[in-house]
């Protein structure tokens, strides 16, 4: 049975998408309960699947992924067998970064990230042209990143 997201709860949250290195200690005084408390109510939130990972973000200039790069994929047909091939295809690729099925002119996002456009070019023209179903890509470099995985807010 989920549970109820409470003050409490928002207020962990918010604190962990800060910093998920906070002992359970820190977090507990961070928002005014035992640790106890803080425990169970962070386990909790880990077993419901609201707090899916903690995981360390890598700053990509310092290892040499500093070009940011999305890329608009069409396929060729529209059927559910032509996008689940596409998407388990998409899953084993490790420098895709995230892969969204989208409405609209393109079919997919993908955001990749490359050392440079050298980089991206072999990568489009070894791997992204050869991926299952693919008619078209549309690629965009970044050319600033304003906000990138910002916290939830809810």
């Keep these: 049975m989920q549970h109820e997201i409470d003050r409490i709860d928002r207020k962990m949250l918010k604190h962990l998408q800060s910093d998920g290195r906070l002992s359970n200690a820190e977090l507990a005084d961070l928002v005014n309960v035992s640790p106890a408390t803080c425990h169970r109510r962070t386990q909790k939130l880990f077993d419901q699947g609201i707090i899916k990972s903690v995981r ?8 040499d992924r500093a070009a940011l790069v999305m890329v608009g994929v069409v ?3 529209s059927t559910p067998e032509s996008f689940a091939e596409f998407e388990t295809t998409i899953k084993k690729l490790d420098f895709v970064l995230d ?24 990568l489009h023209g070894d791997k992204l042209i050869a991926l299952p179903g693919v008619r078209q890509t549309r690629t965009f470099f970044v050319m600033k990143e304003v906000t990138d995985n910002a916290p939830l807010k809810f």
Excluded: W
């Excluded at 360390?56 to 290892?63: G, L």
């Excluded at 892969?99 to 072999?122: E, P, S, T």
């Design 56 to 63: 360390a973000e890598i700053s990509p200039d310092k290892v």
């Design 75 to 77: 396929l060729d047909r």
């Design 99 to 122: 892969c969204h099925l989208v409405a609209g002119d393109f079919d997919y996002f993908l955001k990749i990230r490359v050392r440079d456009m050298a980089d991206f070019n072999k």
